[in-house]
């Protein structure tokens, strides 16, 4: 999956802002669902907001693993950390393990 473009970030998060605040209002409010609140905008606003919790989770996941390879950890310990095998872990985050650099 490609990285969210800046812009594209920047856009997600001004919609989940936008729409967060427009729900707890009506929620508020206790009154019926607004118009602007149909389920077609509701569930694009949620598939924005996986796409971007994916991006965020995938880059702490990728600096998690530098920094365990940068301490030392080999493949075949990444990969076991992560449920994957060590050929998977080598292709997820190339020259990142200890193993990478002897």
Known sequence: MAALTKAQHD??????AQMTVRIAQWMMAGEDSPDWMDEHRVRLAVLAATVFIEEQVADQQREAAHRAGAAGATY???GTACGI?????RKRWPDVAA????
């Open 11 to 16: 856009l997600v998060q001004d919609e989940l």
């Open 76 to 78: 075949v310990q990444m």
């Open 85 to 89: 095998s060590r050929q998977a872990a």
């Open 99 to 102: 193993a990478s650099r002897k």
